[in-house]
């Protein structure tokens, strides 16, 4: 077969229906339910113009409502040329999944613009981004009660702000107004950890993953974290965090990153932050000194290493690549990296999958908590900081008369006194949140994966875990 032409694969939302119905097939929902569950419930497409450059520009927009089980349903908003209904809806009911696989007690939603970021000036994203908002807050589908959206590929903090600038501007009176929008920056009521939180709940999971020895057996692996060789395709928000967190903090190499303009290789290992400044100042990695650049970048997906993370586009995992894949674990750090079709050979190989639903669900998990703050008006922490440094103040007092008592042939450890003393902030707030939840949640995947002999994978642990929920909250309801 020719490499270049792919043998026809269903596309992202049949992929997502494929994947669904291999787990729902294991279930026992009463008639109808699950394909309530499966459909997704509403798109909106709106076509607006915006006067640039002396001239009307046409663009295309979609917000895809795929569960209302619980509101607001929630999903960010994408910016790229390839957004189109169908992958709208396939992310939409991916975070229907998510949100109730980590207990975020949200619907799934997606949106998206058909618009290549790059060709627009800040004054110019800021016009259309802003229009887009209007046309979407006036059909309430941004709205703090019904539909919260966030970054996605394409956008961050930035476009966030400039969403939630023009939902007060809308809707004045209503004093939960901050709340609508999600990932936003810190000045403009956004929380702290959010930006890094995607790749951020990456690490937690794959931490978490390497506590099981009996999963790391699964995956043909063996021993811990460190030293485990990644390569990551997409440094983008997701990816470069995830590389530079593991990297950083848990001394994996990541020996490989993939980009729009070709791949970095390097044995011993790549300086994620150098790497990060290159790509800022020369817009993408070609002539990197520190590693062998190939402009075939999806290449390197085949590459040995331990951990593949693919963090850019779904579908880059396919069936013109996956019998070929080394990596014996994937976490898809994006949405839909891999097809169905793909998922059935990688699985038959025995590569372990910890899927999408689960890895990047860190971002929707910070998400919440903004949410939360922004509709409790006051910063995780305000409140019991200093008094849980009171508190502390009187076990370390206690500890230094017991010390003078001793005549000092007892001491405490160097710098426990100041790690003790200090009371959580917000960032270490939601980082314990997010901890908590990135295991929370994958303990309850490998409960399946393990305890079933007919669920094959974490993907299918992962979809029953996340149907059961959403199944109960229609049956609570009356459904
Ligand atoms: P981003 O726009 O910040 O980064 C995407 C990166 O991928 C960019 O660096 C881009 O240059 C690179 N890229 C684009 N095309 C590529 C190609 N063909 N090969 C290699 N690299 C390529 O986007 P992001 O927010 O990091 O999102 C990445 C993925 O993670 C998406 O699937 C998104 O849905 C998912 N995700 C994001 C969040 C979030 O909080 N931002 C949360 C959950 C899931």
Redesign the pocket.
């Known amino acids: 077969m020719d490499q270049q032409t792919p043998p026809a694969e269903p596309g992202f939302r049949e992929s997502v229906d494929i994947m669904f119905n291999r787990a729902v097939k294991l279930m026992d929902l009463s008639p109808g339910l699950e394909e309530k569950i499966r459909i997704c419930n509403a798109t909106y497409v709106v076509r607006f113009g915006v006067r640039l450059r002396g001239a009307i520009h046409t663009f295309t927009g979609y917000r895809s409502v795929h569960s209302e089980h619980m509101e607001p349903v929630k999903g ?1 908003i ?1 910016y790229a040329l390839s957004v189109h209904q169908d992958e709208v809806e396939a ?1 939409a009911a991916l975070m229907t999944y998510k949100c109730a696989l980590v207990d975020a007690p949200f619907g799934g939603s997606k949106g998206g613009l058909c618009i290549d970021p790059r060709a627009w000036d800040e004054h110019e994203l800021e016009q259309i981004t802003r229009r887009f908002a209007y046309e979407l807050i006036k059909r309430d589908l941004i709205n703090p009660a019904q539909n919260v959206p ?7 903090e930035r476009e966030m702000a400039w969403i939630a600038d023009q939902y007060k501007r809308m809707n004045t009176t209503d004093i939960n107004g901050s709340a609508c929008v999600t ?1 936003k920056p810190i000045n403009a009521g956004g929380i702290q950890g959010r930006t890094e ?3 951020r709940g990456v690490q937690y999971a794959l931490r978490e993953f390497f506590r099981h020895p009996e999963d790391i057996a699964k995956a043909n692996l063996s021993g811990k974290l460190a030293g485990k060789r990644v390569i990551v ?8 965090h995830a590389a530079k967190f593991l990297s950083e903090e848990d001394n994996a190499i990541v020996t490989g990153i ?3 303009d070709g791949s970095l290789y390097a044995e011993a290992g790549l300086d994620v932050e150098d790497v990060k400044k290159w ?1 800022a100042t020369h817009g993408g990695v070609a002539n990197y000194p520190h590693a062998t650049h190939d402009a075939d ?2 290449a390197l997906l085949e590459h040995e290493c331990d951990i593949l993370i693919p ?4 579908g ?1 995992i396919n069936m013109t690549n996956a019998d070929r894949i080394k990596a014996p674990l994937i976490i898809e ?5 891999t097809t169905a079709g793909a998922d059935e050979v990688l699985r038959k190989k025995g590569v372990v999958i910890i899927p ?1 639903m689960y890895a ?5 998990t910070v ?1 919440y908590f903004e949410w939360v703050k922004n509709l409790s008006h006051i910063r995780f922490g305000r409140m019991q900081r200093r008094a849980e440094e009171a508190r502390h103040e009187l076990i370390v007092a206690e500890l230094e008369r017991l010390d003078e008592m001793l005549e000092h042939r007892w001491s405490m450890t160097p710098n426990f006194k100041e790690k003790y003393l200090r009371g959580a902030d917000e960032l270490e707030l939601v980082r314990s949140g997010l901890d908590d939840t990135m295991r929370t949640a994958y303990q309850a995947m490998r409960d399946v994966w393990h305890s079933r002999d007919d669920v094959p994978d974490l993907r299918t642990a992962a979809y029953l875990v996340s149907i059961r929920k959403v199944a109960d909250s229609y049956r609570a309801k009356g459904l």
Do not use: F, K
């Not at 395709?233 to 470069?240: A, E, F, H, R």
């Open positions: 960010g994408r992310l966030a970054p996605d590929m394409g956008t961050g990932g939180a995607t790749g395709q997409g440094l983008g928000n997701v990816g470069y993939i980009e729009r790509i970048g999806a963090a850019a586009l779904e880059v750090a994006a949405n839909g990296p999408d990047n669900a860190g971002g929707v998400s």
